[in-house]
């Protein structure tokens, strides 16, 4: 690993992140993120490359990023946050910076998180905003990609459109990295447990409280939603997961492996050795650098 990496890794677990995901009760974190999320804002970005705009899908907003020389292809970008945090400033950025570099318009929506509603409602604004991309894309010149949370999201639209969405048909390709599920198992939850001592960011307690956040107080959240490895894959696009050895949900890798080959779904699992959670997606040091860019590879083909 290089020195700049292992200072990164370690300015991360000093400035105690990870507590962050931990409050005495699960309401105590709920209203901490509601008062961020309250702070947040959308940032108004300019690029000569590209037309920027804001539509709305069920009261919420979506991010528009086309680009000025019409494209054929576009990408729906689910940013992750635990399902309680809106995607920030930063965030958006690094969506703006993926839009110019794979050359693909992009759709980035303002999930309703979970702060407030139960997962569902997110699967169902997030399935409505594919459909108002299929106005103007073929579904096969369409990829998801999602990171964290938002990696869930993406992978979950196929059990979603299993779930009596059928008409709708499959985009071409999903990127899940670090995709964040909870742990179905005894033996995922010690995997989980053994990776928690390396992990500088997302506490596998967390992964525990996870499932009375995303229910949200309703108990008719279909179980793959909170546990995706028990989806229905059947027709399931491409897959390509992306992973670092040392976050706590890598735990659940081989379940999702388990689940591709069950559903016979041609899928890549790559995993960076070492490395943090989400890492492609912090190319701030030369490991992380070489997962963006083999991210942003991989999207463009």
């Given at each position: ?86 995607p920030r400033p930063g965030s958006i950025k690094k969506a703006l910076r993926f839009a110019k570099e794979t050359g693909l318009d992009l759709f980035v929506p303002y999930y309703p998180l979970c702060t407030d509603y139960p997962l569902t409602k997110a699967y169902e604004m997030i399935h409505e ?173």
């Open positions: 690993m290089s020195v700049k990496y292992e200072i990164l890794k370690r300015l991360v677990k000093w400035s105690g992140i990870k507590k962050h995901w931990l409050n005495s009760s699960v309401e105590e974190l709920l209203e901490s993120r509601r008062k961020q999320n309250a702070r947040n804002r959308i940032p108004d970005l300019r690029e000569e490359e590209l037309l920027i705009s804001k539509i709305e899908v069920m009261g919420f907003p979506v991010l528009k990023m086309e680009h000025r020389t019409p494209s054929q292809r576009a990408n729906l970008f689910l940013i992750g946050g635990g399902m309680i945090s809106a905003t594919y459909k108002v991309m299929l106005r103007d894309y073929k579904a096969e010149n369409i990829s998801v990609l999602g990171t964290s949370s938002g990696g869930n999201l993406a992978l979950g639209m196929v059990p979603y459109i299993n779930d009596g969405h059928r008409d709708t048909p499959m985009p071409a390709h999903i990127m899940a990295i670090s995709p964040g599920t909870c742990v179905d198992t005894e033996e995922e939850w010690e995997r989980m447990l053994e990776l928690d001592k390396k992990d500088v960011a997302i506490p596998a307690q967390y992964m525990k409280m996870a499932v009375e956040i995303m229910r949200c107080g309703d108990d008719s959240v279909p179980d793959y939603m909170i546990w995706l490895q028990k989806g229905d894959f059947t027709g399931c696009p491409r897959v390509t997961f992306m992973y670092g050895t040392d976050e706590t949900l890598y735990a659940c890798a081989p379940s999702f492996a388990a689940a591709m080959k069950k559903y016979g779904v041609s899928y890549k699992m790559i995993v960076g050795e070492g490395m943090f959670h989400c890492y492609p997606v912090f190319p701030l040091c030369k490991e992380a650098k070489e997962g963006w860019d083999e991210m942003i590879k991989l999207m463009k083909e």
